[in-house]
């Protein structure tokens, strides 16, 4: 319903090849399994379980660190566990929330998506960027926000390089952190100031939607800033904001960027002229995302199947307690079609595997891409 209100900025819109035959088979098996199996798409009750544990284990940090801890020994592993408990509010509940697959019910999907706002930055401008842009164009230099951090790196082999990239492998990891806090406070206000997520135009919240916002950054405000500030000094205040959210963030940031920027990922870009893309959407998803960790139950569980990232491209309505289940069919269809199906065995390997590629953008000069796609580009 959102895409069709994207446009990027002056230019056409972009449009994958409309070969469905690898989707639909796809999606056959995926349906079969639901029903032989009988279990629910949404509205699982695992999640249900999860989310009572994450938001308690969140507001129990959180008032132990802002109204008990006297201490540094006592507020440090505080600060550690409640940036872990946003990124996992993140990861697990304000993600299905988005997406819609949480739950069946418009109304939990809503509430879920708001823990968003619950850890400081807006759902409204989230799903814009998250569920619209980056899904639909993952990966797609130029349009895919998520690939576009300006001049601080180079993180796609279109992007203009800089002297400076030559060591992004090694300052990048704090700016991870840092790029959330600046999200908070600046770049939420800038998109609905300006109505656009990067070159993309996002329509301005209105009414309850405009409320939500607002409501949203009050609440940041009052849980991060004046709330504390009654019990501790502005420093300290400020000090722990930072730590905290830069931990989320850095923690945040590498689980996104280790399913999209790593050596095994595409980055294809559309012709010129016509905006065509070379695939299909569902072999485009797969082509520019990869797996990891698919074996560990811990981290399928703390990661809220970020790891299963081929799965949610391909599959962003199913809650994401099964992706598990079905990506054993997701592979097999990749190989009966012929289609790579990209996965490191292990969170270790997808981080080596992204600080090479991140070595590698800024050290390699940068290619004629776009008229190389321009001239062999489908026609
Ligand atoms: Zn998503």
Redesign the pocket.
Same mark, same amino acid.
């Given at each position: 319903m959102f895409v069709n209100d994207i446009r990027r900025g002056g230019q056409s819109r972009l449009t994958f090849t409309r070969d469905s035959t690898f989707h639909k088979e796809l999606r056959r098996r995926v349906d079969d399994y639901f029903r032989s199996s009988n279990r629910s798409q949404r509205d699982c009750p695992a999640m249900y379980l999860k989310t009572a544990i994450i938001l308690t284990f969140f507001g129990g940090f959180y008032s132990l660190l802002v109204f008990v801890a006297a201490s540094w020994w006592q507020a440090l592993p505080l600060t550690v566990l409640l940036g872990l408990s946003m990124a996992a509010i993140g990861f697990n509940i304000e @993600?299905d929330g988005s !997406?819609h697959s949480y739950s069946n019910h418009a109304w939990i999907n809503r509430l879920a998506a708001m823990t968003m706002d619950l850890i400081g930055a807006s759902s409204y401008v989230w799903h814009w960027k @998250?569920?619209v842009v980056h !899904?639909t164009y993952v990966n797609i230099t130029g349009h895919d926000a998520d690939i576009d951090i300006s001049f601080f790196g180079r993180l796609t082999p279109h992007q203009k390089k800089f002297g400076v990239h030559r060591w992004q492998h090694f300052y990048l990891w704090p700016l991870y952190g840092l790029n959330v806090i600046k999200w908070h406070l600046y770049d939420d206000f800038r998109d609905v100031i300006l109505g656009r997520i990067g070159p993309m135009r996002m329509p301005r919240p209105k009414r309850w939607e405009l409320v939500g916002f607002i409501g949203g950054k009050v609440l940041l405000m009052t849980l991060a800033f004046g709330l504390p500030l009654l019990f501790h000094p502005l420093w300290k205040v400020l000090l722990f904001y930072v730590l905290i959210v830069g931990l989320a963030g850095v923690v945040v940031s590498v689980v996104f960027q280790l399913a999209h920027c790593v050596e095994e990922a595409e980055f294809p870009l559309p012709r010129q002229n016509s905006g065509a893309m070379e695939n299909a959407w569902a072999i485009h998803q797969v082509e520019t995302t990869v797996d990891f960790a698919r074996r560990s139950r811990v981290q399928s569980w703390l990661l809220g199947g970020l790891n299963f990232q081929i799965e @949610?491209h391909l599959f962003?309505r199913v809650c994401h307690v099964n992706y598990p289940a079905i990506s054993k069919l997701v592979e097999q269809t990749c190989r009966d079609f012929g289609l790579r199906y990209g996965e490191h065995p292990s969170f270790r390997a997808g981080l080596s595997s992204h600080f090479r590629w991140l070595r590698r953008m800024g050290n390699e000069p940068a290619a004629q891409q776009l008229l190389v796609a321009s001239e062999h580009g489908p026609s």
């Open positions: @993600h !997406h @998250h569920v !899904h @949610h962003p």
